[in-house]
């Protein structure tokens, strides 16, 4: 069972959080080139990958509790900190669907470079945020 489990936690990390962190380093990308249909794809694209991540969460979790290190310090912060890259994904993601909308109206005096920065910013967070999870999941340390 727990070999199933970390079979399925790791499937979901490779699957959703992989292309989930390249998706939001491409989306600024996208909104400096101004390219509206590749950014509407993005858009679509983190929202899935982004409900497919909560995968790793939730087999994680499970794992953790077959094994008996749930309550360790480093599943706690790993958790934690999966939370928060959720938060901040919810913030791209609306970011992102912001951006849509003012590409679709083709206003020359609209563009989504506030969004365009926060983007930006948000999703190298993430990323470092998910690198330090990984870090946590192979080095947790001394009991």
Request: aromatic share 10%.
């Amino acid at each position: 069972m727990n070999s199933t489990l970390l079979w399925l936690h790791i499937a979901f990390a490779i699957f959703a959080i992989g292309p989930l962190t390249a998706v939001i380093m491409a989306a600024p990308r996208a909104i400096r080139a101004k390219n509206a249909a590749v950014l509407q794809t993005l858009q679509r694209m983190t929202r899935i990958y982004g409900i497919g991540s909560l995968g790793v969460l939730i087999f994680g979790v499970w794992l953790g509790a077959s094994l008996g290190v749930l309550g360790r310090w480093y599943m706690s912060a790993s958790m934690t900190l999966f939370v928060v890259a959720l938060v901040l994904l919810f913030l791209v993601e609306r970011d992102l669907r912001a951006a849509v909308r003012v590409f679709a109206t083709e206003t020359p005096a609209d563009d989504a470079k506030v969004e365009n920065a926060r983007i930006a910013m948000i999703s190298g967070v993430i990323g470092l945020i998910y690198l330090v999870i990984l870090f946590l999941m192979i080095f947790p340390g001394e009991g």
